[in-house]
């Protein structure tokens, strides 16, 4: 069984920055593919960024490539989400998410084993 736990969203203006961090613990941090979700009130989740089990690849929804960067470090059981230009359309509660068995890259959530409870983020204009 895998822990995660979201840190680092917040309330920020239009083109600020933040960088969301997700802690795993629990199991073998590096078998796991990663992604980061969204998901605004009344809409689904959605997709924001994978990463693969070493961190050699990564994927990006449309909407957010070019401004947020996911990254992991292994030895530190911990991946990242950097975000950058932030726009109001950005507003949503950011979840990290752990896949065992999905091919790195996966934009279902149904790919993914492991949730955490999330974190929010907030852009003010």
């Known amino acids: 069984q895998v822990q995660l736990v979201e840190s680092g969203g917040g309330l920020v203006q239009v083109g600020g920055s933040l960088r969301l961090s997700c802690a795993a613990s629990?199991?073998?941090?590096?078998?796991?593919?990663m992604g980061w979700f969204r998901q605004a009130p009344g809409t689904e989740r959605d997709f924001v960024a994978a990463i693969s089990r070493s961190g050699g690849s990564t994927y990006y929804a449309d909407s957010v490539k070019g401004r947020f960067t996911i990254s992991r470090d292994n030895a530190k059981n911990t991946v990242y989400l950097q975000i950058n230009s932030l726009k109001p359309e950005d507003t949503a509660v950011y979840y990290c998410a752990a896949s065992y068995v999905g091919y790195a890259g996966s934009r279902r959530p149904s790919e993914y084993d492991y949730w955490g409870q999330g974190t929010q983020v907030t852009v003010s204009s």
């Open positions: 629990g199991g073998t941090f590096s078998r796991y593919s």
